[in-house]
């Protein structure tokens, strides 16, 4: 049974930076992709970035391109997304998840998630 954890969240002015972690346990990962998403109160789920555990490659939403950076750590079983120049509109909880589909936009293909961080950008 894969488990995940996040850490990292916090409260951040405009302009300041974050980095989650996600801890992931319980399998074998090179077959997977992981992802962040978050949710806003009031809004959907929407996805954030994701990487391909294998290969490396990283899939960003345009509005966080240039701005957050997705990476694993192989040998600690681990994901982390550096959130640089947050905006109050990045507020949100960040769940990591994990998937065996080559979709990795969509949430519903993902089978496995974390309880989420709280993430919070004042102006």
């Known amino acids: 049974q894969v488990q995940l954890l996040e850490s990292g969240g916090g409260l951040v002015q405009t302009g300041g930076s974050l980095r989650l972690s996600c801890a992931a346990s319980g399998g074998t990962f090179s077959s997977y992709s992981m992802g962040w998403f978050r949710q806003a109160p009031g809004k959907e789920r929407e996805w954030v970035a994701s990487?391909?555990?294998?290969?490396?490659?990283?899939y960003y939403r345009n509005s966080v391109k240039g701005r957050f950076t997705i990476s694993r750590d192989n040998a600690k079983n681990s994901m982390y997304l550096q959130m640089n120049s947050l905006k109050p509109e990045d507020t949100a909880v960040y769940y990591c998840?994990?998937?065996?589909?080559?979709?990795?936009?969509?949430?519903?293909?993902?089978?496995?998630w974390g309880q989420g961080t709280q993430v919070t950008v004042s102006s």
């Open positions: 990487i391909r555990w294998s290969s490396g490659n990283t």
């Open positions: 998840a994990a998937t065996q589909s080559t979709l990795v936009a969509f949430s519903s293909n993902y089978d496995n």
